[in-house]
């Protein structure tokens, strides 16, 4: 009965608490490691989500030239009429995430756009300057757009 109760034991093996807690060490440094990361790559994907809008809407602008010759006679319904998945807006108040304030005049037009990281971005053509465009953003370290 003894030999049957010792070949039991044997055959029971486990972790030891000891060797669980270090695990869970482990697992838990390295979350905190990748969770920053991939929070910092969710902000980088919604910045170039937003610039990509203002390069559409650019070229947007550039089609609505082409038929009008006139940067001023450009309206929202213009834009909205060529890219219709696109929300334009000509004043800053109604212009939410996701969507494209437009101000132009005979020499230009400013485009500006909020990400969903919070960050502004604008992009700008006046053809009296030189250069025509600038790209800007409401973070003055790496905006690299």
């Known amino acids: 009965m003894i030999n049957r109760l010792r070949n039991r034991v044997e055959r029971q093996k486990g972790f030891t608490l000891i060797e669980l807690l270090v695990v869970v060490i482990i697992i838990g440094l390295l979350a905190a490691i990748a969770i920053p990361t991939f929070l910092g790559q969710q902000g980088k994907a919604n910045d170039a989500a937003a610039e990509s809008l203002l390069r559409n809407t650019a070229s947007d602008m550039e089609a609505a030239f082409s038929s009008t010759q ?12 060529i890219e219709p998945a696109f929300t334009f807006q000509a004043t800053a108040a109604s212009a939410a995430l996701s969507q494209v304030q437009v101000v132009d005049s005979a020499t230009g037009y400013v485009l500006t756009t909020v990400s969903k990281s919070g960050t502004t971005f604008i992009y700008t053509k006046n053809t009296g300057n030189v250069p025509p465009v600038a790209r800007t953003c409401s973070v003055p370290v790496g905006c690299t757009w």
């Open 70 to 81: 006139s940067y001023a006679a450009i309206t929202p319904a213009m834009l909205t009429a």
